[in-house]
């Protein structure tokens, strides 16, 4: 009881309400309600963690009184019609969005994470209202102004012991999204899992997730520091066979390991170690990499399409993923040509780069040989090369372009001619025998000639 009270007197000193959201909680007060801070930023509060997102439960007021308030401390829309969640943009901070919702009671009526008819009563107690919630660590409840924990699932003490715990068994599996949410907050908290709780994800059947949903928690399970200890309760929950089958088949090639994420494991916490100074684009990229380096381009395919990813903000992850990982051992085996005098061509590099983007290949390559304890020379070896070559920023442009061919008269209008020359000289510039333009068109005139001679042979 000392830890606890010990945690909750530091979450207190430490928590500071944002000013524009302040009035929020003095209005619901001085109508009759009350408001309180819940689920994860609370967890995250008693964490010490940042507390990034606010949801805010009001208790004691109808939708219509609590949309007054909200309309009159800011902008408000509310999600859904058969419950009562607000997106709330205080006016004092136009950047600040807040959910905030009234006590709720969720019963399953359907098929799927969406089956459920989901109907709103101020007058819950805060037992009931918190039924509903996954996790015992996001069940707790704080009044920011009476600066008391509510905590009706022994929440406090799980945070303690660094548990995830289901709330209540009955209403846990009814969704099956839970399973790959306490994956991922597994691995974000390193937090370990009450077994009870891995029997009951154990049995969820998981084909009724959609795409997007799948995507959204692996994101955030990639994003941790130790992505392993997702994959691993994956396994252990039966969730990869049924999300995941390309994965789960590595069991198959990997008999020896009685883990059979053995080195995928190892690799997606190397990666997760090398990138975090990369756009989250970018490292979704190097992680996706890393979770799916030892499939073939196919399996890589319908990974991809399980989480339903294509582009992120405009980004080519996904064929960025599909190339880097069938090159993931270039740098490897271009160190180990060098190594026996057999020097990779600069043309070699080139077309790596064409596909890959060199800076994630060199991370994915580090991540693989740091899960495998070998020696990461051949890294250092392949960047060294990617900068000597100018190939940093990718493949540089074309010296000769078409308009060159034409306007020189080299060749007398378009066609598959200037088309073939184009790609002969380019392959040249990229290989650094060719620096400018003049050498360009002269390489050019002389390809433009020898065609012409063959075809007079002919």
Known sequence: MNDDLQMIEKARRNFHLPRAVAPLFDRVRDRGGRALLVGGCVRDLLLEREVKDLDVEVYGLENDALRVILRELGSVSLVGQSFAVFKFKPRKNRDLEIDVSLPRRDRKTGVGHRGFTISYDPGLSFEEASRRR??????????????EFIDPHNGLRDIRLRLLRAVDPSTFVEDSLRVLRVAQLASRLEFRVDPA??????????????????????????KAARPSVGLRLLDQMSA???????????????????????????????????????????????????????????????????????????YAARNQTIALVENHLRPLQFYESHIKGEEPSRLAFARVVEKCDPDLLARVALSHLRAMDSDVASVDYFRARIKEYGFEAGLPEPLLMGRHILEEGIVNRPGPAVGRILKAVYERQLDGQITSLEEALSLARRIAGEDKTADEHQ
């Not at 996954?134 to 600066?147: E, F, G, K, R, W």
């Not at 059979?260 to 996706?288: G, H, N, P, W, Y």
């Open 240 to 314: 990869a066979d049924q999300l995941f089958p390309e994965l789960a088949r590595l069991k198959e090639r990997f008999i020896q390991s009685d883990n059979l994420f053995a080195r995928t494991e190892r690799s997606i916490d190397a990666a997760a170690s090398v990138c975090s100074d990369l756009t989250a684009e970018k490292k979704l990229t190097v992680m996706l990499t890393a979770l799916a380096h030892e499939l073939a381009t196919e399996q890589v395919e319908q990974l991809l399409d399980r989480m339903g990813i294509y582009t992120l903000n405009g």
């Open 197 to 222: 709780t891995i029997e009951l994800c154990r049995n969820l059947d998981l084909t009724d997730l959609p795409a997007e949903r799948i995507r959204e928690e692996m994101f955030k399970l990639l």
């Open 134 to 147: 996954d996790l015992t660590v996001n069940a707790i409840l704080y009044d920011p102004l009476s600066q």
